[in-house]
């Protein structure tokens, strides 16, 4: 589709999507053995990737998942098959992430710890917390290793503006003393925490209000950050509000006004569905028109990182409920149930479905390798 990867570390997800890299298939001793034993697990490296191995398939089964899911390809783990951007975020509460940056930094450019967010305190006055959670240790080592690898990504930790008032936005939108403050503060702040710039999310806060001041406030910032070689990436809402043909919050006036400032845009092309309207998480035809209507000339999609969901959605048909569930739970739930994985080729996903025995019926859509 030619757009910039965004992988996202946010969940132990990141384990199950990644590690399916394993071998193929049990010889037939060891699949008599298995027969008398719960569902095995492969922990062994191997040395093919998924595709020699044959497991980006539409026919996809419980029990190959099952077995494949806990190893990876050794042999291409420092081999890169993209050559955008591909962006990575990490979460505090998730350790696993930090290991996943660090094994296979190479297949990333961008790194965004969860960490930090910046309050308003009073006129011309911000303060930034999270630094708390900033692992030195880690930036140290993944720097090294991406100096070994000849390959150098970028640590860009996500700021949340938190705990903002409408008021406070409406303060700072009309100082520019204001504006030159905060983005003062956030140059110092990357300067004297050896970060590479930010990844600011900020967008969703004020739904369709004030566009065209947050715009001139990113801008500014995007002008602070360059003079001092830091990189700003900007999260924003999907193009095409998800379930209608509408404009999402984030257009193509305000993609036009920012392409040029922006490094690169964060598109949130995920969370499709609600337990209310279930289904799947991410349908193709939606991620694609979020992508073309804010750059239908193709002039800037090196900067459009596409989001990718390492989580799924498990929804019961009683009540109307939903939630996210994660990769230990998602292989928990096909060792149980042992589904049937059906392909939908219009949305592009796999989904299952599972009755408990007092729950009813339910239904998962989670990301697969073919998806």
């Known amino acids: 589709m030619g757009k910039n990867i965004m992988r996202l570390l946010c969940t132990s997800v990141s384990l199950t ?29 191997s040395d093919k ?17 099952i077995l494949e899911h806990r190893s990876y390809c050794s042999k291409k783990m420092r081999e890169r098959h993209f050559s955008g951007d591909v962006l990575g975020y990490i979460t505090p509460w998730n350790s696993h992430g930090y290991d996943i940056a660090k094994i296979f930094g190479n297949k990333f450019t961008l790194i965004s710890p969860v960490w930090l967010q910046v309050k308003r305190r009073g006129k011309e006055r911000f303060q930034f917390t999270g630094l708390h959670d900033a692992d030195k240790g880690w930036m140290k080592v993944v720097r090294k ?28 939108f009309g100082s520019e003393d204001e504006i030159e403050e905060l983005s003062e503060s956030m140059v110092l702040l990357a300067k004297n925490e050896n970060f590479d710039g930010f990844v600011v999310e900020v967008w969703s806060q004020l739904g369709n209000q004030k566009q065209r001041e947050l715009v001139h406030l990113l801008l500014h910032l995007s002008e602070a950050l360059h003079e001092a070689h830091l990189k700003l990436i900007l999260v924003i809402p999907p193009a095409v509000a998800a379930g209608t043909n509408q404009p999402g919050m984030f257009t193509k006036k305000e993609f036009d006004q920012l392409a040029s ?111």
């Open 145 to 172: 290793n991406s100096k070994n690898i000849k390959i150098v990504y970028l640590i860009v930790p996500r700021i949340l503006f938190d705990g903002w008032t409408y008021q406070d936005f409406e303060s700072v």
């Open 261 to 371: 400032a922006i490094d690169s845009f964060s598109l949130m092309t995920y969370d499709y569905s609600t337990p209310q309207r279930p289904g799947p998480n991410s349908p193709l035809p939606w991620v694609r028109a979020c992508v073309q209507v804010l750059d239908p000339d193709s002039k800037w999609r090196n900067k459009i990182l596409l989001g990718l969901n390492f989580y799924g959605m498990d929804y019961s048909a009683l009540g109307a409920t939903g939630e996210p569930i994660l990769g230990s739970r998602y292989i928990e739930t096909l060792k149980e149930h042992k589904p049937k994985i059906v392909w939908d080729e219009q949305i592009a996903e796999h989904y299952f479905e599972y009755k408990k025995n007092k729950g009813g019926k339910h239904a998962v859509f989670y990301p697969t390798l073919k998806k």
């Open 49 to 65: 990737n998924v595709q020699d191995r044959g497991l980006v398939v539409v026919d996809l089964k419980a029990k190959d998942i």
């Open 17 to 45: 999507v990644i590690c399916w890299l394993a071998e193929g298939t049990l010889s037939k001793t060891d699949a008599k053995k298995g027969a008398t034993k719960k569902m095995e697990e492969k922990t062994l490296h």
